[in-house]
């Protein structure tokens, strides 16, 4: 089993930046892939940015490259997403996912945090 925790949302004016933390225990290995996904009210769920459990191929989602950064902190177990730039059309609750295998644009992540939400207001 693998349990993921969210952190970091919140409010934040447009063009403001947020720090999303992903805090990730139990039986995780380096074949992991580590991801970011959104979700707003009556939209499917959608990708953000992923990367191997190993810190390597950050992949993103054309909106977000350029404005997110997602990496991997081996110290602590953790996979953040720096957000800069960010406008009202990134309002969403942000899903940590991990999977095996693979970084993948799908959502074929086994294992899901509980969500963070963050607001950008414009």
């Known amino acids: 089993q693998v349990q993921l925790v969210e952190s970091g949302g919140g409010l934040v004016q447009a063009g403001g930046s947020l720090r999303l933390s992903c805090a990730a225990s139990g039986h995780i290995f380096s074949s992991y892939a580590m991801g970011w996904f959104r979700q707003t009210p009556g939209k499917e769920r959608e990708f953000v940015a992923a990367i191997t459990w190993s810190g390597r191929a950050p992949y993103y989602t054309d909106s977000a490259k350029g404005r997110f950064t997602i990496s991997k902190d081996n110290a602590k177990n953790t996979v953040n997403l720096q957000m800069n730039s960010l406008k009202p059309d990134d309002t969403a609750v942000y899903y940590c996912?991990?999977?095996?295998?693979?970084?993948?644009?799908?959502?074929?992540?086994?294992?899901w945090g509980q969500g963070t939400q963050v607001t950008v207001s414009s």
């Open positions: 996912a991990a999977r095996y295998g693979a970084p993948t644009p799908s959502t074929a992540y086994q294992y």
